[in-house]
């Protein structure tokens, strides 16, 4: 059963930075892409960035120059760099992964931003 276990999410004011980590566990085929996603109160989920096994990395507008997704596919893990936070920002993170043509996702972690 695949496991995604996230961290980093906190409350921060505008300008500052956060990481978030999410280590995924549980397959034994490689993960084709990870990524995340975030959802603000009222709105739907929207992706913010996802990665592939081979490195490319795609960005939703409102984030690009300012977060960075990377992994670790020795450790199953990836990471969002979030710098520049502003309080639009503001939502619940969470951290996905897809094997062959199925998602599964953590539990989420909520990243607040004050101005």
């Known amino acids: 059963q695949v496991q995604l276990v996230e961290s980093g999410g906190g409350l921060v004011q505008a300008g500052e930075s956060l990481r978030l980590s999410c280590a995924a566990s549980?397959?034994?085929?490689?993960?084709?892409?990870m990524g995340w996603y975030r959802q603000a109160p009222g709105e739907q989920r929207e992706l913010v960035a996802s990665?592939?096994?081979?490195?490319?990395?795609n960005y939703v507008d409102s984030v690009k120059g300012r977060f960075t997704i990377s992994r670790d596919n020795a450790k199953n893990t990836v990471y969002l760099q979030m710098n520049s936070l502003k309080p639009e920002d503001t939502a619940v993170y969470y951290c996905?992964?897809?094997?062959?043509?199925?998602?599964?996702w953590g539990q989420g972690t909520q990243v607040t931003v004050s101005s």
């Open positions: 996905y992964v897809r094997i062959f043509t199925s998602n599964y």
């Open positions: 549980g397959s034994r085929f490689r993960f084709n892409a």
């Open positions: 990665i592939t096994s081979g490195g490319n990395a």
